[in-house]
């Protein structure tokens, strides 16, 4: 564990798991879990969320899995993980990343829209 727990920091901490080129990291920030997964040792974390894009080739839901769906989803597909570390992953993941943001932003303003 990278981090140790301080009253000072309102409990929050980082776990990183390390296996090849693969780094998976697990945050706690002010109570709430995230997992970021590298790419190649690139020092470039990106959600399972993403990953599960670039390995489906299309964006899930635009809700937020569930920590138990994104940890189920890390241990299920770790052996694509490795086949994907390279650098040309890395572009397709930012790509990836750019597509989910315009997905969230355009619910946000669906959602404000709805609440007009």
């Known amino acids: 564990m990278i981090g140790d727990e301080d009253t000072n920091a309102f409990g929050n901490q980082v776990v990183l798991l390390v296996h090849d080129n693969i780094r998976v990291r697990l945050v706690r920030d002010r109570g709430q879990w995230f997992l970021e997964i590298d790419a190649a040792l690139t020092d470039e974390w990106f959600s399972p969320v993403i990953?599960?894009?670039?390995?489906?080739?299309?964006?899930?839901?635009?809700?937020?899995?569930?920590?138990?769906?994104?940890?189920?989803?890390?241990?299920r597909r770790w052996p694509d993980f490795d086949v994907l570390a390279t650098p040309?992953?890395?572009?397709?993941?930012?790509?990836?990343?750019?597509?989910?943001?315009?997905?969230?932003?355009?619910?946000?303003?669906e959602q404000s829209s709805d609440a007009t």
């Open 88 to 109: 040309c992953a890395v572009e397709k993941l930012r790509a990836w990343q750019e597509r989910r943001a315009a997905q969230l932003g355009a619910l946000e303003r």
């Open 51 to 75: 990953w599960m894009a670039l390995l489906d080739k299309e964006l899930p839901d635009a809700r937020r899995p569930s920590a138990e769906k994104e940890a189920s989803f890390v241990v």
